[in-house]
């Protein structure tokens, strides 16, 4: 099973950014559906982005536009590029992973209990 973990999390001021990396160890992601995911104080988890096979990706409304995800299969990393920060980004943010169906991985967000495999997390701060 693989492992992940977070950095790149951090203190920013609105309109910032920052970029987020995912570190694949143990197996590689390519046989994992992967996505981000955040969870603010008080708040349910939500997803943020989600990697598809065959037509880039999926994103959250409240983030469209502003980040980006990627992957570089060069050293297993999965990125969550992060512009034009709004206070309401704040949250701790996660990324994750789940068994690649044989047909790939499609272009939606799926919910989080969809996912079996968790990073720690790491805490996105943006103050106005």
């Known amino acids: 099973q693989v492992q992940l973990v977070e950095s790149g999390g951090g203190s920013v001021q609105a309109g910032g950014s920052l970029r987020l990396s995912c570190a694949a160890s143990?197996?590689?992601?390519?046989?994992?559906?992967m996505g981000w995911f955040r969870q603010a104080p008080g708040k349910e988890r939500e997803g943020v982005a989600a990697?598809?096979?065959?037509?880039?990706?999926k994103y959250a409304d409240s983030v469209k536009g502003r980040f980006t995800i990627s992957q570089d299969d060069a050293n297993g990393t999965l990125y969550l590029q992060m512009n034009s920060l709004k206070p309401d980004d704040t949250a701790m943010y996660y990324c994750?992973?789940?068994?690649?169906?044989?047909?790939?991985?499609?272009?939606?967000?799926?919910?989080?209990?969809?996912?079996?495999?968790w990073g720690q997390g790491t805490q996105v701060t943006v103050s106005s």
């Open positions: 990697l598809s096979t065959f037509s880039g990706a």
């Open positions: 143990g197996d590689t992601y390519n046989n994992y559906c």
């Open positions: 994750a992973g789940r068994s690649r169906p044989t047909y790939g991985c499609l272009n939606v967000l799926r919910p989080p209990a969809d996912y079996s495999v």
